[in-house]
């Protein structure tokens, strides 16, 4: 039976459109949920850098795109320093691959643009971006519900769903996908320390969507295993090195190996703009730190804090990793690749 699913509820994350002034990019400053949605607007790319910087974009495929869109705003009301610019958009969050793939994709662009607009050609270029990336969640939609079965109980971490992506989700695409298909019973949501990532985006993403949800803090993840109320877990990456090795939020890598244990599926979900082949496995992954200020507001004396954003997911640990192009063993992608 399938279950009433309502993803028009959701926004779209980030946008760049058009009017009398030039191009303007619309996106969710996601600091503000589950309290409050609310779509900030700019003409300035730097502005754009400290959304991405400050998470009020983030989740890697929205952070490549807002990167692209930094890019067409700099083209339209700048215009000068590219190799400058397009450094500082590029490393405004060091683990993401898709930031970098993207401002690429936009150099490559303007390298060919043999004079002609090179505003016009940016914003085309995104707008293609933006299509591409809901398909291509679709697509990854469809290839992960296809390895659930009926009634799945599915544990997920951070965010990755419509809120990381332009539209629809990674992670999240497949439980979307699943639950039209009346395969979801329930998703189990870490809050995900320290920022809370599944705590504020996504359980209010899937309660507006329809999608019977509980949260769970992180350290219960073990407990709900042992009874035997997790039959997969299903996570995004920022970063997928050639053998299979993923990076995802900080705490992905203890749930792989208690999934290990366990006897779950552990599913990666990701485009494949987020396979770094430059990189022959996950030790060559720049790991984010983060402000000390995330775990212990207020400083004590005499403590330090050490406060990855990421950890790294060995491959042997991963069932499957979901891309558009179709659902792999951390082997099968290399093969691909």
């Not at 992506?165 to 039209?180: P, S």
């Not at 359980?203 to 999608?211: A, D, F, N, P, Y």
């Not at 970063?239 to 992905?252: E, M």
């Not at 207020?298 to 060995?314: Q, S, Y």
Request: aromatic share 6%.
């Amino acid at each position: 039976m399938t279950m009433d699913i309502h993803i028009e509820n959701l926004p779209r994350t980030i946008e760049l459109v058009a009017d009398e002034g030039g191009p303007v990019l619309r996106y969710v400053d996601q600091r503000l949920l589950p309290g409050e949605l609310r779509m900030e607007q700019t003409r300035d790319w730097r502005t754009v850098v400290d959304a991405i910087k400050v998470l009020a974009v983030r989740g890697a495929p929205a952070i490549g795109l807002a990167g692209a869109a930094a890019m067409a705003l700099w083209a339209a009301y700048d215009g000068k320093g590219l190799e400058a610019a397009s450094e500082e958009i590029a490393t405004a969050r060091p683990t993401a691959v898709n930031l970098d793939w993207a401002v690429r994709r936009t150099l490559d662009e303007i390298s060919s643009s043999e004079g002609r607009d090179v505003s016009e050609r940016l914003f085309s270029l995104v707008k293609l971006m933006e299509a591409e990336d809901e398909a291509a969640n679709r697509a990854i939609g469809e290839n992960g519900a296809a390895l659930l079965g009926a009634e799945s109980r599915i544990l997920t971490h951070c965010n990755a769903g419509s809120l990381a992506v332009v539209f629809y989700g990674t992670a999240l695409g497949i439980v979307y996908a699943a639950a039209a298909q009346g395969k979801i019973e329930r998703v189990y949501a870490d809050e995900t320390r320290p920022v809370g990532q599944g705590a504020r985006l996504t359980v209010w993403e899937l309660s507006r969507v329809g999608i019977p949800t509980t949260l769970i803090c992180d350290n219960m993840a073990a407990s709900l295993m042992a009874k035997g109320c997790v039959d997969a877990v299903v996570v995004g990456a920022d970063r997928i090195a050639r053998n299979g090795d993923t990076a995802n939020k900080i705490g992905t890598y203890g749930l792989s190996v208690l999934a290990k244990e366990h006897g779950i599926p552990f599913y990666v979900a990701a485009p494949m703009s987020t396979v770094d082949n430059s990189l022959p496995d996950g030790s060559g992954i720049v790991i984010e730190q983060r402000a000390a200020a995330e775990v212990l507001p207020r400083a004590i004396e005499g403590v330090d804090v050490w406060n990855p954003a990421f950890d790294v997911t060995p491959a042997r640990l991963i069932s499957k990793i979901v891309t558009e192009k179709g659902a792999f063993s951390p082997e099968e992608l290399a093969a691909q690749l």
